[in-house]
């Protein structure tokens, strides 16, 4: 396989052997390379300027400068890697604020171990990734409320449906099923979506649909 394929990852957590666990990991995939490791935010964001990795995986809770500032800076970087979150939180204030700050990806620390691979995969992909119990709980939370209503003058009903299932996590073969479109159809609306609002990639219409409606804020 040639290094053009190779996926760039750093990692950043302040604890030496979770750090090593998910070096361990990630070399072991014969398409990965660990290109730094980093104990602080502020050190993980220099370094992702400096090594400008594909994959920066942040623990959201570090000494100094937390993931979630550590995020807002890197996701600026150009070429703007992509952040895999690691928590210990699994509510719905700690996903919400990862996605704002330019997260892609939201892993639980207990998460399997196969769940970091997949979460790289799909955030290279220009997906969006939750841990498997998020996905089940949190994200239907986000979108639970009430009857749809388009968020953006500029969108479609139809549009309106597809960003509905693409942020409850649905893939382009369940949204086809759900609505009886082709796998082509869902796509193209989706570029025309991406289009229409200026977003590039699954995990930014996620944010926008926290923003605008789609899910309202939790009520206190």
Do not use: C
């Amino acid at each position: 396989m040639g290094r053009s394929a190779l996926i760039r990852v750093l990692i950043a957590d302040d604890h030496a052997l979770v750090r090593a666990g998910i070096a361990s990991l990630l070399r072991a995939l014969a398409d990965v390379e660990v290109v730094g490791e980093a104990d602080d935010g502020a050190e993980a964001v220099a370094m992702a300027a400096r090594l400008l990795p594909d994959v920066v995986v942040l623990d959201i809770s570090m000494k100094g400068m937390n993931g979630l500032d550590a995020a807002q800076q890197i996701v600026k970087i150009s070429p703007a890697p992509k952040v895999i979150m690691l928590s210990m939180h699994a509510d719905r204030a700690f996903v919400e604020k990862a996605l704002i700050a330019g997260a892609s990806a939201y892993l639980i620390k207990d998460s399997a171990a196969g769940e970091l691979e997949r979460a790289m995969r799909s955030v290279v992909r220009g997906e969006a990734y939750m841990s498997a119990a998020l996905s089940r709980s949190v994200l239907e939370e986000f979108m639970r409320r009430g009857t749809m209503r388009t968020t953006d003058q500029s969108l479609t009903p139809r549009q309106t449906e597809v960003l509905k299932l693409l942020a409850e996590g649905s893939s382009t073969k369940e949204i086809a099923h759900a609505l009886g479109l082709s796998a082509k159809t869902v796509e193209s609306h989706r570029a025309q979506i991406q289009e229409r609002l200026g977003i590039r990639d699954l995990a930014g219409l996620i944010r926008y649909a926290m923003r605008t409606g789609l899910t309202p804020p939790e009520s206190h």
